[in-house]
């Protein structure tokens, strides 16, 4: 669901009715959204990969650090793809997540100000981290030492804390959701959106029950929306009717732009502003902020 643009006669192209779009994407930079009374720690996972969940860590990072909220980012992801898009340092070497989880580095000693956001952050992964599972297996209480590290670090200079998960169910994934009391899970409008997801929501529940009972699913975004097929709506239909309020409105359409702007060290809000990936990411982190309070499931 995009942001509205009011229409003009003048805009009579398709180039003409983008940069329209474009310049209204950069003039709702400057409204200040609502900020929660402290800060929302959101672990953004799902074990099938491709469904969108760096995209949405970075993407609704920008677009809520645009909007005047202070954001931070924890990429959990080997692939460092987070710490890519944002355009952070992360060869192997640079201090990581992989130094706070298996060294025990604080968090602070990590964190990175992402270029062109007077207030986005973000702790980048390395290929180290790759082996982190492994070598957390004698650690004591293994599983809770990234939320140590966040409850270590000075959350009350923030309003968001995202943390991109692997495409797994492994050790950094279970870190993540003991590190937070409320997950993100981005699902695709295709297929096979709902396979593996019952799966997540019992590793959630285990998760609750033994390690973190503060955790929920507070919220459900639908990705990789495609409007010309008709299953795409039917997926849409079936989570909204099983998982109700939790969905976001908003929806993110399958766009090369969004895709796109990874390669170019850019989130798709500054990549293309006007797209309709940016636009729709806009509203759904719009959305978020509005809402400020989570809404738990079950």
Known sequence: MAVPVAPDA?????????????MHAR????????????????TIANQKGGVGKTTTA????ASLAMHGARVLVVDLDPQGNASTALDVEHRSGTPSV????????????????VQGFP???????????????????????RESRLARAVAEYDASLLDYIFIDCPPSLGLLTVNALVAA????????????????????????????????????????LLTMFDSRTRLASQVAEEVRGHF???????????????????SYGQSVMTYDPGSSGALAYLEAAREMAFGNEPRPVG
């Open 10 to 22: 003048s805009a009579d192209t398709p180039i003409a009715r983008a940069a329209q779009a474009a």
């Open 27 to 42: 003039a709702a930079g400057t409204e200040a959204w609502p900020r929660p009374r402290s800060c929302r720690v959101l």
């Open 58 to 61: 970075v993407n609704l990072a």
């Open 98 to 113: 992989y130094n706070v989880l298996v060294e025990g580095l604080p968090l602070a000693g990590i964190v990175q100000k």
């Open 119 to 141: 207030q986005l952050y973000c702790a980048p992964a390395t290929i180290d981290l790759a082996g982190a599972e492994i070598e957390l297996v004698p650690v004591v209480a």
């Open 181 to 220: 009391p409320e997950v993100l899970i981005p699902i695709q409008c295709e297929y096979y959106a709902l396979e593996g997801l019952e799966q997540l929501l019992r590793t959630v529940e285990l998760v609750k029950s033994h390690l973190n009972p503060r955790l929920v699913v507070s919220t459900i």
């Open 244 to 262: 109700g309020d939790l969905v976001l409105r908003s929806v993110i359409p399958r766009s090369v732009r969004v895709s796109e702007a990874p």
